[in-house]
């Protein structure tokens, strides 16, 4: 694994830092699944992790929440808590599990309290500022991946050691 050197407007997901970074963003969210806008925010958060493209969680008044319904199960996070997921009902198509949220996060993530993230690799198109997001490797991790991240991303074959 060698660092990607980022060239001027980009990020590196290499000086990203461990724990992870919570900030707000302006940039334009928007997420599509089967002909439908499931969501577009100008008041996203992303959370930046060392190895890892940017997680953007989406305030609910901005995501079309009578899309979704809890879906069983969770998991833990060491950062962010308990996490609920969500499945995706858009007329005849069901997509499970497609993103998720933490009722209850630390102190360091409360401003993403039910704010709900998407796994961009379950969607038919994630987009920010009008450039289309490509999912982070794998499919444990929920990362999009633009223009002005370079990596190499932790999630593919080979990387859970990182």
Same mark, same amino acid.
């Given at each position: 694994?060698?660092?990607?050197?980022?060239?001027?407007? /980009?990020?590196?997901?290499?000086?990203?830092?461990?724990?992870?970074?919570?900030?707000?963003?302006?940039? /334009?969210?928007?997420?599509?699944?089967?002909?439908? *806008?499931?969501?577009?925010?100008?008041?996203? !958060?992303?959370?930046?992790?060392? &190895?890892?493209?940017?997680? !953007?969680?989406?305030?609910?008044?901005?995501?079309?929440?009578?899309?979704?319904?809890?879906?069983?199960?969770?998991? %833990?996070?060491?950062?962010?808590?308990?996490?609920? !997921?969500?499945?995706?009902? *858009?007329?005849?198509?069901?997509? &499970?599990?497609?993103?998720?949220?933490?009722?209850?996060?630390?102190?360091?993530?409360?401003?993403?309290?039910?704010?709900?993230?998407?796994?961009?690799?379950?969607?038919?198109?994630? !987009?920010?500022?009008?450039?289309?997001?490509?999912? /982070?490797?794998?499919? %444990?991790?929920?990362?999009?991946?633009?223009?002005?991240?370079?990596?190499?991303?932790?999630?593919?074959?080979?990387?859970?050691?990182?």
């Amino acid at each position: 694994m060698e660092r990607i050197e980022p060239k001027p407007g /980009q990020e590196s997901v290499w000086d990203y830092p461990r724990p992870p970074r919570l900030e707000p963003t302006s940039r /334009q969210i928007r997420i599509e699944c089967a002909g439908e *806008v499931i969501a577009s925010t100008n008041g996203a !958060y992303r959370v930046l992790e060392t &190895s890892h493209p940017p997680v !953007y969680y989406l305030p609910p008044a901005d995501v079309r929440m009578e899309l979704l319904t809890r879906a069983s199960g969770s998991s %833990f996070c060491e950062w962010k808590g308990h996490a609920g !997921y969500y499945d995706l009902v *858009v007329g005849e198509r069901t997509v &499970s599990k497609a993103a998720w949220f933490y009722a209850k996060p630390p102190r360091a993530f409360l401003p993403i309290a039910n704010y709900v993230a998407f796994y961009p690799s379950k969607m038919d198109a994630c !987009y920010v500022d009008g450039e289309l997001a490509v999912a /982070q490797p794998g499919d %444990f991790y929920g990362g999009w991946i633009t223009s002005d991240i370079v990596g190499p991303f932790k999630g593919g074959a080979g990387t859970w050691g990182w």
